[in-house]
């Protein structure tokens, strides 16, 4: 019985722990060298955590529109700075500045959102220079 209660425990803590273990750094993903604005349409916004996630479709200068997955703060983190779910409906066009990820893919950690009235929202980027970046 002590066996069971004792593996029982240490699959519990393996499993509380997992989140945290799955979880990366900034540097691993996004490079601090390659900062980006993108103008784009919101196609959704995934409220979720450790990281929330606003897809955009940008136009290239070739014309071609690609959707963009951009990486914020935890939805929490975002709340607690303003945000609010009804900020992001589908369509509404915004300026982003961040980070490109490091493979080269339509991927960005962001550092704020400027929507077209100029009112501004900080995304809560895990970049430790992100208050820097203007």
């Given amino acids: 019985m002590r066996t069971i209660c004792g593996i029982a425990i240490i699959i519990a803590v393996l499993a509380a722990a997992a989140p ?27 409220w979720s955590n450790p990281h929330g996630w606003i897809y955009i479709d940008v136009a290239g200068s070739d014309g071609k529109v690609v959707n963009w997955a951009l990486e914020t703060g935890g939805a929490n983190a975002l709340i607690r700075r303003g945000w609010r779910k009804e900020d992001l409906p589908s369509g509404t066009v915004l300026l982003v500045s961040g980070w490109q990820a490091r493979n080269g893919s339509p991927t960005a950690n962001v550092n704020s959102i400027t929507f077209p009235d100029g009112k501004r929202l900080f995304a809560g980027s895990s970049n430790a220079s992100a208050e820097e970046q203007k």
């Fill in 20 to 46: 945290a273990v799955a979880h990366h750094s900034f540097t691993s993903e996004f490079d601090q060298n390659k900062p980006i604005k993108l103008t784009g349409k919101v196609t959704v916004m995934k």
